[in-house]
């Protein structure tokens, strides 16, 4: 199995950036996918972005397309989810999740995802 913690969320008026960590434990050894995702209050859980362990490919909800990217460094067992031109509606608790495969589904659906973190507030203010 494989253990997820993030970090790095906090306040940042609209326009400005974030960088969201994920540290993982665990059957780090093995490949796995890591996926982002998020829910606000009132809102359902949305896939944000997701990155296999060697994979170039990368996945993005089309509402974070051109604004998030997903990095992986295999060294450090982390990922990465870098928010450029963050919106209030990008407020939400994000959360790091992963599944052991080889690949990520070329999908960013929660239902694939086995384990998650706790998640990180990201408020974005007007």
């Known amino acids: 199995q494989v253990h997820v913690a993030e970090s790095g969320g906090g306040s940042v008026q609209a326009g400005g950036s974030l960088r969201l960590s994920c540290a993982a434990s665990?059957?780090?050894?093995?490949?796995?996918?890591i996926g982002w995702f998020r829910h606000a209050p009132g809102k359902e859980r949305e896939g944000v972005a997701a990155?296999?362990?060697?994979?170039?490919?990368?996945y993005y909800a089309d509402f974070v397309k051109g604004r998030f990217t997903i990095s992986r460094d295999s060294a450090k067992k982390s990922a990465y989810l870098q928010m450029n031109s963050l919106k209030p509606e990008d407020t939400a608790m994000y959360y790091c999740?992963?599944?052991?495969?080889?690949?990520?589904?070329?999908?960013?659906?929660?239902?694939?995802?086995?384990?998650w973190g706790q998640g990180t507030v990201v408020t974005v203010s007007s």
């Open positions: 665990g059957d780090t050894y093995r490949n796995y996918c």
């Open positions: 999740a992963a599944f052991l495969g080889y690949y990520c589904y070329p999908r960013v659906a929660a239902r694939d995802f086995r384990y």
């Open positions: 990155k296999g362990t060697y994979s170039s490919a990368t």
